[in-house]
Nanobody, 124 residues
Framework: VQLQACGGGLMQAGGSQRISCAAS????????MAWFRQAPGKEREFVAA????????YYADSVKGRFTISRDNAKNTVYLQMSGLKPEDTAVYYC??????????????????WGQGTQVTVSS
């Protein structure tokens, strides 16, 4: 499985942006997907996840109500719609995939495949 994230860039605080992650493979509909992020000097942290089976979504408290994760199985793509952006959202955003799994979706160790990351920078 290969993951390609894109859509990052420089944004203003309070603005919105959608980043996306395209996955290879024919079994995308069975991939649970997630977004993690890593800010400079900090450890990588969970942002959002979506289960392949139920479509259930999970969010970090810091982004709940501002970010929305979604998926389009026909396009093998997962999205992260970000609104109300804050400077503290500045980070490299990574998408991750877990084939067939539905548990522990907020944990990095759950995921077997990772994309290369896309930089999101929010200016104040």
């Amino acid at each position: 499985v290969q993951l390609q994230a894109c859509g990052g860039g420089l944004m203003q605080a309070g603005g919105s942006q959608r980043i996306s992650c395209a996955a290879s493979g024919r079994a995308f509909s069975r991939y649970s997907m997630a977004w993690f992020r890593q800010a400079p000097g900090k450890e990588r942290e969970f942002v959002a996840a979506i289960s392949w089976s139920s479509g259930s979504t999970y969010y970090a408290d810091s982004v709940k109500g501002r970010f929305t994760i979604s998926r389009d199985n026909a396009k093998n793509t997962v999205y992260l719609q970000m609104s109300g952006l804050k400077p503290e959202d500045t980070a490299v955003y990574y998408c991750a995939a877990e084939v067939g799994g539905v548990r522990h979706l907020t944990y990095q160790r759950t995921y077997d495949y990772w994309g290369q990351g896309t930089q999101v920078t929010v200016s104040s």
